[in-house]
């Protein structure tokens, strides 16, 4: 089911750290995990967290689709994170830009300095246990999403203010020169 309207940045629920799910098999998970994916898909992000769909749980779900701007190399087929953890940071760093649906409808785009590649521990959909590494474009999407659960948004993050653009500003930045 798709969601009309997701959580907006203002609502204290994105502040809040979201509660560990129990039971991976009920029919409730089983929906936060269809809507996290009808929602995502509908909106045309490419990840999304049960927090943004008003379901404040540890689970969010990724998927890096083709696009004319992305690079093939980044793209990543869906993944489903659930209790998940990161269990290691590399030293290496970089400043990337990132948006959010639920800050002004992924209207507004800010850079996030953060490291450049994480190991990630979750279980999947039927609940087995996974371990995950991942680089540039994929750890990055995690790490917003990890944040997600931890009530934390990527603007509280935003190395530099006065390099905050809005959407269409950043395509023509980035991709129209
Ligand atoms: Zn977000």
Redesign the pocket.
């Known amino acids: 089911m798709i969601l009309e309207k997701l959580v907006q940045v203002g609502n204290p629920l994105l502040y809040q750290e979201s509660t560990t799910i129990k039971n991976i098999k009920d029919s409730k998970t089983k929906d936060i995990i269809q809507n996290l994916i009808d929602s995502m898909r509908f909106f045309n992000m490419i990840w999304a967290a049960g927090v943004q769909i008003w379901e404040p749980k540890r689970i969010f779900i990724t998927e890096i689709r083709k696009t004319p701007f992305r690079n093939p190399k980044d793209l990543d087929p869906l993944k489903i994170y659930i209790n998940p953890k990161i269990i290691w940071y590399s030293k290496a760093q970089c400043i990337l830009y990132e948006w959010?649906?639920?800050v002004a409808n992924m209207k507004l785009f800010g850079p996030v300095k953060r490291p450049q590649k994480i190991i990630i521990e979750a279980f999947d959909e039927n609940w087995n246990k996974f371990q995950l590494k991942a680089d540039w474009l994929l750890s990055r999407v995690i790490q917003?999403e990890y944040d997600?659960i931890n009530g934390i948004i990527?603007t509280q993050k935003i190395t530099d203010i006065k390099k905050i653009m809005s959407q269409d500003e950043y395509i023509k930045n980035f991709y129209k020169q």
């Open positions: 959010c649906w639920s917003h997600h990527f």
